[in-house]
């Protein structure tokens, strides 16, 4: 259940725009009430949990108010009441100043503000596989996101345990994808409201910089993935989630049906080797046998052009030949 920030002024016009004020302040994850008649809202406390917030101007400030265990916020405007455990905040400033003193007050008082910024209804799942031989296909795949993080947040997964990128962005991840599975596994959906071990970011794109152990990767069941993978594009902090896969991840074909987008990266036609053209006829053969012909209708198969050398990162995430084909693939 959401916490309760109750505002209370005998002015209710201030009240109410203080309100619309905090409410807009998205990723604000807390219900605001407004209130201008004390009886009201003393009846409304009476039943509500203490762990809740109670902002009001101090000529408004009733005796009763100083009672309460829920936290209270004074909006000074002399000083002149002696309330020790009351957050005091200057009430002459701009909602926006008021804002940002009351949650940081907050997190003194171990009354963390959980913030959640609610970008879409479902983030929209974007899964890179390829059958065949997978030439830059990380690489790619981090460009791709970073276009598509121009547009909204944007959260990349790597799902290959051989291939930690830590070196690679010179950042050492203080947790990978196996520990945020873990974490949602025991916390559910709270946990992936601000990711664990703050991965690489740039500008409103994040990057999980390892995946673990392979073992660890190979281990995970498919209803456990599904699961997880809806709580991300439901948590509302993202507009994408894009997901690095190979063949060792279990129910892959089923991370690849409810995805929104499937993109196979591959070589130019004309250095596609035979090996590359029987894998990718297996592939498909075996897709269509399993009643998964919706994923091959739905892919996109994007080539890329042969180069002399992989852009490093992260200087290069956002520039570049690599990300000019990306940013063109994400118009299409």
Known sequence: MKNTWYVFDQNLTYAERLTDYLVSRQPIQVRVETYSDGEALKKKLETGPDDNVLIVPEGSFEEWMGRLKLQLVLLEE???LEL???????????AEGIWEELVTQLGRRGKRVRLKRQVNESAGLVSFFS????????????QYGKALSEKG??????????GNLEELFGASAGKSLMDLLYLWECGGEEALEELPGEPYK?????????AGAPGDIRSVKE????????????CGSYSHVLLDLNEHVDGLTGILQMSQTVIEVHRPEDYEDRM????????????EGQGFSGILEARRIIRLPLMDRAPAFPGDLGAGELYRLAEEACGE
């Open 223 to 234: 209803e456990t993935w599904l699961g997880f993978l809806e709580a991300l594009q439901n």
């Open 276 to 287: 590359d053209a029987l894998k990718q006829k297996e592939y498909e053969k075996l897709l």
């Open 84 to 94: 020790p455990e009351a957050i005091r905040i200057n009430r002459y400033q701009s």
């Open 202 to 210: 740039n500008g409103e794109y994040s990057v999980l910089l390892n």
């Open 153 to 162: 947040p944007a959260l990349f997964l790597h799902f290959d345990g051989l």
């Open 131 to 142: 059958p065949s031989h997978r030439v830059l296909q990380t690489t790619f795949a981090l």
């Open 78 to 80: 002399s000083g002149s």
